[in-house]
């Protein structure tokens, strides 16, 4: 099992590099090499400036133009004996150890692909120029998380027509596998304001669940 | 213009009726009533315990058994007078006077009603029996707040027939009427589970904007 860690992102909508963060005294990307490597074989960290990273990686490597671009880059370093690879966004960085257990035991246990998600709670509308056009049926609608965890061939095989996705389960739906979803956690927020990291901050601060 | 604030709900998620959750000293009812006097001439509160709330509400009344069933309770005690009912959900005790403001100026400015949204930011899927069928377009959707402004006549058309929505621009959605969008702030979350509540000390509690 190799998990790649990807802190691409300019961090446009937080004003600064996020990855630079700290949540209780740790970067953003130290809480998600922390929690991958529970799981993992080895870690290859996406960064976009390979200068400024943190132990916790065994490899690091640069990030490409898009999201997608940087996730081929990670997989460019993990090994060809990798039976399964977990792809992870540091700016996820509350996702728990079980959160990543869940989804490498769905794949070893013979699924294509395992994703965590989560219920979508808010109402949903179609817009069009600024207008309401239609409210849209959520009872079988998902949010999806990180990390996503992936049979390794198949992930390769994915990516190799490199285009681009909003999640690597978009990639590999393309090429005709099942993703089965598993139950996600709706405090693995993704920080991407600064209000998020202050939401982030709470969270991971507050007592352990009885 | 008249709110009609919604505090309804069992409160099955949160352990026990969240109206009577606090939030820096004041409860979730008590936040939502003091933003929607800044822009009202009355306020209805809609409770499910007529007995124990708060002053801040010109009107109470008890809740249905459905949403919907909850804000028609409440068009029941708004004066026939008024031009502009607006509905919000006392579970979203963070949304503030700018955005009541926001909503009834653009309905006095002539929209059938104006709601907040926010862009929807997390990649969704379609499930069916554990495994993900699509990945959703997201590039024209939304997700939707309250405080939500409607012109008075509409909105009481539109809940006249008896049916449940998942918010009330739903049903003047469903009587043919226009819904202008106008922007949502991402910090007027809802409150419903207890990490919820956390969350919104937290966003209640930082220092301003610059």
Chains 1, 2 share one sequence.
Do not use: C, M, Y
Not at 65 to 76: C, H, M, P, Y
Not at 124 to 152: E, H, I, Y
């Amino acid at each position: 099992v190799w998990v790649v860690v990807v802190a691409g992102g300019s961090g446009r909508r937080f004003g600064g590099p996020k990855q630079h963060a700290t949540l209780h005294g740790r970067t953003l990307i130290e809480w998600a090499l922390a929690a991958a490597r529970t799981v993992a074989d080895g870690v290859v960290l996406v960064a976009t400036d390979a200068a400024a990273t943190p132990s916790g990686a065994d490899r690091v490597v640069l990030g490409g133009t898009t999201r997608a671009a940087s996730v081929r880059s990670g997989l460019s370093q993990v090994p060809d004996a990798a039976d399964i690879i977990v792809v992870h966004d540091a700016a996820r960085p509350l996702a728990t150890a079980d959160l990543f257990r869940r989804v490498v035991d769905a794949v070893a246990a013979g699924a294509d692909a395992a994703i965590p998600v989560v219920p979508v709670t808010d109402t949903l509308k179609q817009v069009d120029s600024g207008a309401v056009v239609a409210t849209v049926p959520r009872d079988d609608l998902v949010a999806v998380q990180t990390p996503q965890a992936f049979r390794a061939d198949l992930l390769r095989r994915a990516h190799r027509p490199g285009g681009d996705a909003t999640d690597d389960a978009g990639l590999v739906e393309a090429v005709g596998a099942t993703v089965r979803v598993v139950p996600g956690d709706p405090a693995n927020l993704k920080v991407t304001t600064s209000d998020d990291l202050i939401v982030a901050a709470a969270l991971a601060g507050r007592p352990a669940a009885p």
